[in-house]
Every structure is written in structure tokens, then in C-alpha cells.
T-cell receptor, first 111, second 112 residues
Framework: GDSVTQMEGPVTLSEEAFLTINCTYTATGYPSLFWYVQYPGEGLQLLLKATKADDKGSNKGFEATYRKETTSFHLEKGSVQVSDSAVYFCALLYGNNRLAFGKGNQVVVIP | NAGVTQTPKFRILKIGQSMTLQCTQDMNHNYMYWYRQDPGMGLKLIYYSVGAGITDKGEVPNGYNVSRSTTEDFPLRLELAAPSQTSVYFC???????????FGQGTRLTVV
């Protein structure tokens, strides 16, 4: 079935550093793509989304571009803050009703 | 505006016991989902529903059952709890025609 793959392992970086988290997808059609964020002890919240090729989703300084040619939706932020420490999940909506998530990446920002 | 509400927040079960995890949403969303979250494994879909009276299996349905008698409620039932069901369970809902899903705060279940 349709799926997403995120880069392995946690990400630790210093405040104001550049963040990239890789996400690639496998899909038979043209899914909608998402990044969700989970802060400690909470449920997931939508961070940004893109519904068609070449769309760029953005929110709170984070961006991701839907790249059909490379089947990717990498998350980037130019200058992270300590408050960005969280787990980030790439996800896709397929078959109009199923949401599939990647394994998530723990991001730790050190002051 | 409550959104998606899950109860209980925490529960410890003994092997073989049963319980129901409650999920209710007040946004009149058609779609509802149950996921489990295990460390390093992301979220796995257990069951989902596209509307009242309709449910379908996800990736990991074994050991669970669901019902959807109303639009608002989507309870998840564990009949014979096993240690492998120790996890954090999340319920989510989504409106038909929209792409954003809204999540509850989760239920942390431990089976001992």
C-alpha cells in the first residue's frame, strides 16, 4: 500500500541551526502530503500540508515542497528554536480515506 | 470547543482483561481513526470509519474491535489484553472533503 519513509534517527542541533528532515513517499496516485508535529505528552498537530505537485506548504517558519519527480516532501526550517523540539511525522492521505504516517523524527534543539 | 476527546488518559490492565478506549468528537466529522504509537515505529492504523455504521480494518487490527453507532463516538475494544498491546493509542477525526486530521491527547495503556 501507499507509504512514507522518513530518515532514520533523532536529530540534535543547536539553536539557530538549519533543520532538514527527509521524507519520501510511495503512492499509486497523487496523495496529499503532510507534516505533523507532536510535542511531549500531546497528540499530533498538523504543521503544514501540500495537496498537489509543486505545492509548498509553510507554517511557523517551516516549509516543505511536494516534489513528484523525486517523490519527496522534505521539511526545512532556516533557524530553529528550543521550542521546536518535538517529534515530526511525515504523512500522506491516500484512497481518500486512509492516513499513513512515517516513523517520526525526534528533534532536539540545544540552547 | 472540545475537538477530539479520549478517555482514559492512562490505564494499566492485567493480561486477559478487557477494556474499551473511548473516543468522541464534536466537530461532526465523517472519518474517524484509531492508531497505536510504539517507540521508533511511528503510528500504525488499527481501524477506521468513514461514517456511522461503517468500519474497516487498518494495518494492525488483530486483537481489537470497533463500532461506530453514532457520528460522534468511535470506541476501541480490547477483548483479551496482551503485553503486545502496551502502547499509546490515538484517536483522530477528519471532515469529508478536507485533508486535516485532528487528534486526541492519547491513551497510554500498559498490559502486565
Amino acid at each position: 500500500g501507499d507509504s512514507v519513509t522518513q530518515m532514520e534517527g533523532p536529530v540534535t542541533l543547536s539553536e539557530e541551526a538549519f533543520l532538514t528532515i527527509n521524507c519520501t513517499y510511495t503512492a499509486t496516485g497523487y496523495p496529499s502530503l503532510f507534516w505533523y508535529v507532536q510535542y511531549p505528552g500531546e497528540g499530533l498537530q498538523l504543521l503544514l500540508k501540500a495537496t498537489k505537485a509543486d505545492d509548498k506548504g509553510s507554517n511557523k517558519g517551516f516549509e516543505a515542497t511536494y516534489r513528484k519527480e523525486t517523490t519527496s516532501f522534505h521539511l526545512e526550517k532556516g533557524s530553529v528554536q528550543v521550542s521546536d523540539s518535538a517529534v515530526y511525522f511525515c504523512a500522506l492521505l491516500y484512497g481518500n480515506n486512509r492516513l499513513a504516517f512515517g516513523k517520526g523524527n525526534q528533534v532536539v534543539v540545544i540552547p | 470547543n472540545a475537538g477530539v476527546t479520549q478517555t482514559p488518559k492512562f490505564r494499566i490492565l492485567k493480561i486477559g482483561q478487557s477494556m474499551t478506549l473511548q473516543c468522541t468528537q464534536d466537530m461532526n466529522h465523517n472519518y474517524m481513526y484509531w492508531y497505536r504509537q510504539d517507540p521508533g515505529m511511528g503510528l500504525k492504523l488499527i481501524y477506521y470509519s468513514v461514517g456511522a455504521g461503517i468500519t474497516d480494518k487498518g494495518e494492525v487490527p488483530n486483537g481489537y474491535n470497533v463500532s461506530r453507532s453514532t457520528t460522534e463516538d468511535f470506541p476501541l475494544r480490547l477483548e483479551l489484553a496482551a503485553p503486545s498491546q502496551t502502547s499509546v493509542y490515538f484517536c483522530a477525526s477528519r471532515r469529508d472533503g478536507e485533508t486535516e486530521a485532528f487528534f486526541g491527547q492519547g491513551t497510554r495503556l500498559t498490559v502486565v
